[in-house]
Structures are given as structure tokens and as C-alpha cells.
């Protein structure tokens, strides 16, 4: 009988420390999923990895490069890929389906935004108007530019300057730049180029090497190898822009098809980044301007 109630406690006993470990262990368990779920929830929100790809505008290869370069840099498992191919073909991109994003140096078409393209403003833009460095005219008015690119006027004396044919360049049909420059002077379909270049970087180089040559040019290229002249009498720089001062300035915008909190994870971090002091800082250190 002795035997038999020892044995009874020992099962007991043996019963009792088992409740009290499965408890333990409960507890343990639960702290230790509340503790995951709390560090997954801040991982996610840093630890991403995909493809961003976008393609457009040739006047924002070189934000689209530096934005690629520093988000690798910070996501390193994220890759971003850009292709400058102009910017109405990278909005056809993107509603395409075939990029995440389509870069347009432009404000979006109501046909464009009506297939489902999203206008995604991450900067403005100035345009310039270059000269080669020999040319003495500094300042033009709007009329006398007008005039100028639809053929009016063909010779530099006619606006202050030399007795110098007027070589005016300018961009391909469809370029971003092209389009916004002659909207803002409401030229459309009638601008005459005696040389139309497809990319940026093109004008330039034509500019700088051509006696006469007047172009535009994205602000934020602009450096000493040409003049930038006044138009009536205001610089392009960022502070007249800013203060609706200086007459052509333009969009960089960042289509996405659909709303931005509609793509992906990868994608909206991107965004999320531009408008970040971070970001912002690294828009104004290729010259261009916050939207906020």
C-alpha cells in the first residue's frame, strides 16, 4: 500500500512539473513570436530586394543614374536599370508594361493619363537657351526666340547681334525637352531646325562646335563651354524659377501605370526615397528643384 501511494506522488509530481514546463515553454513561445513579429515588421520595411527597371527622358539620365547609384547603394539587393530612349516612348513603356517607370521630362498627355499613366512630379526642371561662347547677344525676349525657331528671323544682327546666320538646333520629334520648349512658346508643328539631335548631351556638343548656333538644354547640363542666355532680361537659374520668374521650365515626372502604393514593394521605397530629405538633397546637387 506504501509502495503504490509513493508511486501515486511520484506520478503526480512528474504530471505537475510537466504543466508547469509546457507553460513556460507557451509563454516563451508567444514572447518570442511577438519579438519576430515586431523585428519582421521593421526588417520588411529595409530588407527589399527585386529589379526596379524605367526608361524615358534623356534629360533626366543624369538624375535617373545618380538615383539609381545612391538607392543600390542603400538597398544593395535592389537593382535599378535605366534607359534613356525619350519620353514618349517611356510613357508607351510603361503602359506597355514592359518598365516599372516611365520617365518624361514633360507633363503627362490627357491620352496618356487617360491608358492609366500616373503623373509622378519628383522635380522641375529649368530649360536653357545655349549659344556658342563666341556669340555677343546675352539676353532674348520670348518674341524675338519665337521668331528665331519658326524661321522669322535668320540672322544674329536682327536681335543686337553680329551680321551671323542663325543655326538653330534643337531636339528630335517626341523628345520631352522638345515638347515642353516649344509649348511654353506655343510653336508646336511650327518650329524650323536646321539640325534636330536625340539626346541632350547631342545639342551641346552641336552648339558648342557651331559658329551661330543657338539650342536648349536642360539647366542642370549647363556649364561654361556656352552661354545660357537671359530671356527678357531674367537668368535661368533656380531661384527665378522658383519664383515663376524665368519662362521655360518643366516637369521631371516619374509615370507609373496605376498609382504609386499600387506597385511594388521595391518601387514604392524608390519613391518613398525621392521624397526624402536624403532624396531631396540629392535632387538639388544636380541643380534641380524640389517639388515640396
Known amino acids: 500500500m506504501r509502495i503504490k501511494k509513493l508511486a501515486a506522488l511520484l506520478l503526480t509530481s512528474i504530471l505537475i512539473a510537466g504543466a508547469f514546463s509546457a507553460c513556460a515553454k507557451q509563454s516563451n513561445d508567444s514572447a518570442n513570436t511577438g519579438d519576430n513579429t515586431t523585428n519582421g515588421g521593421s526588417e ?7 529589379n526596379i527597371t524605367m526608361a524615358g527622358s534623356t534629360s533626366m539620365e543624369k538624375l535617373s543614374n ?14 535599378v536599370s535605366p534607359e534613356f530612349i525619350g519620353s514618349s516612348a517611356g510613357v508607351e513603356a510603361v503602359l506597355a508594361g514592359t518598365v516599372n517607370i516611365g520617365n518624361a521630362s514633360r507633363y ?15 522635380a522641375i526642371d529649368g530649360i536653357a537657351v545655349i549659344l556658342d561662347k563666341a556669340n555677343t547677344v546675352t539676353n532674348i525676349t520670348k518674341d ?10 535668320n540672322n544674329w544682327n536682327a536681335v543686337g ?5 542663325i543655326v538653330v538646333v534643337g531636339r528630335e520629334a517626341g523628345s520631352g525637352t522638345r515638347g ?28 558648342t562646335s ?15 563651354t556656352v552661354i545660357a542666355v537671359d530671356i527678357d532680361g531674367v537668368q535661368a537659374t533656380e531661384e527665378n524659377i522658383k519664383a515663376g520668374s524665368y519662362l521655360l521650365s518643366r516637369p521631371f515626372v516619374m509615370a507609373t501605370l496605376g498609382e504609386v502604393s499600387k506597385q511594388s514593394k521595391e518601387v514604392q521605397t524608390l519613391f518613398g526615397y525621392l521624397k526624402s530629405d536624403e532624396g531631396k538633397e540629392l535632387i538639388k546637387s544636380i541643380g534641380l528643384i524640389t517639388v515640396d
Request: no cysteine.
Open 161 to 165: 547681334g553680329s551680321d551671323q546666320p
Open 66 to 79: 545618380v538615383v539609381a547609384e545612391a538607392f543600390m547603394e542603400k538597398y544593395p539587393d535592389v537593382t
Open 210 to 224: 557651331t559658329p551661330g548656333a543657338i539650342g536648349y538644354v536642360s539647366l542642370d547640363i549647363v556649364d561654361d
Open 180 to 207: 515642353a520648349f516649344e509649348e511654353l512658346l506655343a510653336i508646336e508643328d511650327q518650329a524650323k531646325y536646321s539640325n534636330e539631335i536625340n539626346s541632350t548631351g547631342g545639342v551641346m556638343a552641336k552648339v
Open 108 to 122: 503627362l498627355k490627357d491620352t496618356e493619363k487617360s491608358s492609366g499613366a500616373i503623373e509622378n512630379i519628383v
Open 44 to 50: 520588411a520595411n529595409e530588407d527589399i530586394s527585386g
Open 144 to 153: 524675338q526666340l519665337i521668331q528665331i525657331y519658326t524661321g522669322q528671323v
